[in-house]
């Protein structure tokens, strides 16, 4: 977390346990262990006076907290983890614990299958309830975070033998546009460390980033950063089936997402530079990311 806020949330990290405490005693929670310290919120395993398991999480960003909250309560009912208690003075809530222990139960052998169209229910739900006017847009994440990085790397970052292939995928990463017909509540942190699966098997979406746009960024987040270089294909084809969004219209969001995610990786000189490189080139063949 120190990586990702800064020092200054050294603070926020030392009054944690009391957070959590205050939290505890409010809901009336047994407090058990630490279960995860990512790099936005901490979590710790507790339990309700008739033994019922939850995760108690504190966020450092109140903000952050808020949409988290207010998106899993828009999709409850839905495939998400459901919220039990919430305080905004806390930035804190308590969170079922999906199949009963922490990480959930195991993935079911049709696994991309199910996610997807775990994935279209919730799309599904976010377009038909109200959404609130504060979420952050896809517009707006395009527009001053995406294309801005993406144009101080290409001043920074050696693409080394990926040039040409960089190079041929920006002019349509800088005109994506966005089709107001598929708006609705994004998760837009679709690795699959954020799926977990229930007693039954059925996936279930925690630790969203929620914004509200088009479903096709969604998909294509899916489709790249799931399992990144592995089963690319399946889930290109499996959500195009499923959202019913043409393999053609999918692909130019899979390939912006691609460049984005290749850069940053040759920034930082992550190790899956490669694994990405690999991954655009696939989708930049006439024969899969382009066919109808």
Known sequence: MITHYGPEISGWLDI??????????????????????GHASVIAMAGTLD???????AWADPTRFRNEVTALRIWAGGPTADVVEAADDLAAAALEMIGGEPGGGESPSREPQMVAAALHGLHTIGRRRPRPRHFPRLATYLEQEIRPRVRRRLETVDFGPWHELVNAALPELMALEEDDG????????????????????????????????DAAFD???WIMY??????????????????????????????????D???YYLETADPRAPRMADVLAWLSAPTSGNRS
């Not at 033994?51 to 999480?57: A, C, I, T, V």
């Not at 996936?203 to 746009?213: H, T, Y």
């Open 182 to 213: 598929r708006a609705t509540v994004l998760h837009a942190d679709l690795y699959r460390e954020n799926v977990l699966f229930d007693w039954l098997g059925h996936p279930r979406f925690i630790d969203p980033l929620p914004m509200v746009g």
């Open 261 to 263: 995610g290749l850069l």
């Open 219 to 221: 998909w294509a987040f």
């Open 51 to 57: 033994g019922r398991p939850l995760l108690l999480k």
């Open 226 to 259: 799931y399992d990144l270089g592995h089963g690319t294909d399946t889930r290109l084809a499996t959500a195009s089936r499923i959202a019913r969004i043409p393999v053609p219209v999918l692909a130019p969001w899979c390939r912006a997402l691609a460049v």
């Open 16 to 37: 944690v346990p009391d957070l959590l405490d205050q939290a505890a005693e409010r809901w009336k929670l047994t407090l058990g262990a630490y279960h995860d310290a």
